[in-house]
């Protein structure tokens, strides 16, 4: 169940279907005051990132409040999950958001995602939050068979590992 209205927070809850056609008692639900997780997206040197993708996921703390034995929510697609574009000064906002848990993600064409878990409470919103891409590592890369001769549109993936520390 999703509840929205203009001026609250949005409510997610999830609840068993009833048993044969019965009608199904949810009690009473009260939208608890609006929220707001807000900040700015910034590269490695600070200098703000516009138009970069942010993506929020995450629910109200309550969520599973009516299926107490659950070992997992119903469905973690609409609702949970809403992205932003940054403004021109890296700037992104999300509101009408409930207490509870909540991970930013910062897309940026060309760099690896950077991912941030926030606790929204009750007495305050979550202002000033920053997201920054870390420095990056070049990479020259030369490609030639075994006669070392350069190989014509030879194509490169390179990805990130990174290892436990032990």
């Known amino acids: 169940l999703i509840v929205r209205a203009e001026g609250h927070a949005r409510l997610l809850l999830d609840f068993d279907?009833?048993?044969?056609?019965?009608?199904?008692?949810?009690g009473d639900l009260v939208l608890p005051p609006a929220r707001r997780i807000a900040g700015r997206a910034v590269d490695a040197e600070g200098i703000p990132l516009a138009r970069a993708r942010i993506v929020l996921a995450g629910h109200n703390a309550d969520?599973?409040?009516l299926r107490p034995t659950a070992t997992a929510f119903a469905q973690d697609g609409y609702g949970v999950e809403e992205q932003r574009l940054s403004d021109d000064l890296g700037r992104f906002?999300?509101?009408?958001?409930?207490?509870?848990?909540y991970r930013l993600t910062l897309h940026v064409d060309g760099a690896p995602e950077i991912s941030q878990q926030v606790e929204l409470t009750p007495a305050q919103d979550l202002e000033d939050l920053e997201l920054r891409l870390s420095a990056g590592v070049s990479l020259r890369v030369f490609v030639v068979d075994d006669?070392?001769?350069?190989?014509?549109?030879?194509?490169?993936?390179?990805?990130?590992?990174?290892?436990?520390?032990?």
């Open 63 to 65: 969520r599973g409040r």
């Open 147 to 166: 006669l070392e001769v350069p190989i014509a549109r030879a194509m490169v993936t390179a990805s990130v590992t990174v290892a436990e520390k032990g």
């Open 93 to 101: 906002g999300f509101g009408e958001l409930a207490p509870g848990s």
């Open 17 to 26: 279907p009833a048993q044969e056609q019965q009608l199904l008692e949810l």
